[in-house]
């Protein structure tokens, strides 16, 4: 009976495990004072799919004090960031490029949004940063995205 029970715990570990330790999904905000409540989202290697619950907890309005987050290289968000002001609020200043791997719509306070990520996209080992590409917004909004 013992070991039957001790099988049956290691059952319950095992499904727990696969369940609820590897999260594809995190909670990021973003408030008034352009920061992020992150400075790095870690994504178990085996998630395919990542979910990023984006939420804007200030007041301001999305043309004053607009959040988004989008994932590129490290190396590449310079280049993003810059024709993200070309691309203006009616794009949510992302720009159509394929160096952006991943992005979200943009909100004001006391929006949300979700995005999706397709994993596949990614290698590890390579370092990527994500960002708000609001105008000026990426030099404090900015964390590491590591896949594990
Ligand atoms: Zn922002």
């Given at each position: 009976m013992k070991k039957l029970s001790a099988i049956l715990g290691l059952m319950i570990f095992t499904l727990f495990s696969q369940n609820s330790?590897?999260?594809?999904e995190v909670t990021l905000t973003g408030n008034d004072q352009m920061?992020?409540?992150?400075?790095k989202i870690e994504v178990p290697g085996s998630c395919k799919k990542f979910k990023i619950n984006l939420k804007h907890s200030g007041k301001l309005t999305k043309q004053v004090m607009g959040h988004n987050v989008v994932i590129s290289k490290t190396e590449d968000m310079t280049e993003i960031t810059q024709k993200a002001m070309a691309v203006g609020i009616k794009g949510d200043y992302v720009p159509k490029d394929s160096k952006v791997l991943a992005a979200s719509k943009l909100v004001g306070g006391g929006e949300h949004t979700t995005l999706s990520v397709d994993i596949g996209k990614f290698k590890k080992g390579e370092k990527y940063t994500f960002f708000c590409s609001f105008p000026g917004h990426y030099a404090l909004m900015k964390g590491d995205f590591l896949i594990k």
């Open positions: 330790f590897a999260k594809c920061q992020f409540d992150l400075k």
